[in-house]
């Protein structure tokens, strides 16, 4: 057990719509990574936050938003899903930003129909 | 723009015997490197990581791997492999001065056989 959770473990949803992700980070770390594993595309970083703010960026698409909140939890919000968002989306914490270990959650499985 | 080629896609060997995960990077900076395991229905774990010095990098679980500028590679090996090493093994590199951007190869399917 990484001390990382996310919930929930699964989701099923139609496209068009909306979801929410949440993940806690372990206790006492202040960074937040969002990542996608997909089988087209792999494991890909999406987003960082460190301890509120938007630290780093990578291939994340415009209809995915994330926030990081004052107390250090995170939520990754996917809007306007589409079948290609089908994926399992992984959260990771450090302790801080930089070169740090980090700590991945079990994920959360979404499918879109 | 880096990028991590784990060269075998599936790696099948016997209970006991060594193993080698390949994985080959490319990038026009100085990077860190990583090796993560995902066991079934789970979350990425640290096995090992090359920040400076040494180029020889134990880990966990008695893995470890070797830092090869000259040949851009940091392969992940094991002398005597279990069954419980059976998993899927990512490599992965960051930019020094971007740490916080982890590039993941495809990974790599360990089966190990009893």
């Known amino acids: 057990d990484s001390g990382v959770t996310q919930t929930p473990k699964h989701l099923i949803t139609a496209t068009g719509q909306r979801v929410t992700l949440r993940c806690s980070p372990r206790s006492g770390d202040l960074s937040v990574y969002w990542y996608q594993q997909s089988l087209d595309q792999g494991l890909q970083f999406l987003i960082q936050?460190?301890?509120?703010?938007?630290?780093a960026k990578g291939n994340i698409l415009e209809r995915f938003s994330a926030q990081q909140f004052p107390d250090l939890h995170s939520e990754l919000n996917l809007s306007s899903l589409e079948l290609g968002d089908s994926a399992l989306y992984f959260c990771a914490s450090s302790v801080a930003s930089g070169n740090y270990e980090q700590y991945f959650g079990p994920g959360t499985r979404l499918t879109v129909t | 723009a880096q990028s991590v080629t784990q060269l075998d896609s599936q790696v099948p060997v016997f209970e006991e015997a060594p193993v080698e995960l390949r994985c080959n990077y490319s990038s026009s900076v100085s990077v860190y490197l990583f090796w993560y395991v995902q066991y079934p229905n789970q979350g990425l774990q640290l096995l090992l990581k090359y920040l400076s010095g040494s180029t020889l990098v134990k880990g966990i679980n008695g893995f470890e791997a070797e830092f090869n500028k000259s040949q851009t590679s940091f392969h992940l090996r094991k002398p005597s492999v279990h069954i419980s090493d059976t998993a899927e093994y990512f490599c992965?590199?960051?930019?020094?001065?971007?740490?916080?951007?982890?590039?993941f190869g495809t990974g790599t399917r360990l089966q190990v056989f009893p």
């Open positions: 992965a590199v960051s930019d020094i001065g971007d740490a916080d951007k982890l590039i």
């Open positions: 936050y460190y301890n509120g703010e938007e630290r």
